[in-house]
């Protein structure tokens, strides 16, 4: 039987809830976020875990500014595509920010077509289950602007800053 576990903690930006199957990570949400917790079962047990413990020492060093220097284990649950999209999204470095169409040329490239609907591309790092750490964050429009997340535009725009990202 699949076990799901939850766990809530404080950052300097809100509260924010951990998902996990019990080894890896599957779900890193603000608080009150569109899709907050999506296919995270509503019994999910409240237990400190291995995997909460590394999560939270990960945001601890990077709400100081600091890149980590690990990655705890992901595990996110979505379609073969957004998981192609959450895989580049994680080839993304710190500090450094794409544009939807730059994903979707890269997507283009892969599977040998010509274009790639940066909409599609759009739609999947919006429903991107694990926050930050695969950094959906890091996606801007073309012209630069600060274009949707799910946590919301001031939270997009404070987690760019901290990595130094100059906002127009």
């Known amino acids: 039987m699949h076990m799901d576990y939850r766990f809530h903690l404080d950052s300097p930006l809100g509260g924010i809830t951990l998902a996990s199957d019990g080894e890896a990570l599957t779900g890193l949400w603000f608080d009150g976020q569109k899709h907050f917790a999506a296919g995270l079962s509503e019994n999910a047990e409240a237990r400190a875990l291995p ?24 595990q996110p649950v979505g379609t073969p595509f957004q998981q192609e999209v959450w895989a ?22 892969r599977r040998g077509l010509a274009r790639f609907s940066a909409q599609a591309v759009g739609g999947a790092v919006g429903r991107n289950p694990i926050s930050i750490l695969i950094p959906c964050h890091r996606v801007l429009g073309a012209d630069g602007s600060l274009t949707g997340y ?19």
Request: aromatic letters at 10%.
């Open 51 to 74: 995997i909460f413990e590394e999560t939270a020492r990960w945001l601890q060093i990077y709400f100081a500014g600091a890149e980590p220097a690990f990655t705890p284990a992901l």
């Open 88 to 109: 580049l999204l994680r080839q993304i470095p710190y500090g450094r920010t794409v544009s939807y169409g730059e994903l979707a040329a890269r997507i283009a490239e």
């Open 150 to 168: 799910a946590g919301g535009l001031e939270k997009k725009a404070a987690l760019l800053r901290l990595e130094g990202v100059l906002l127009p």
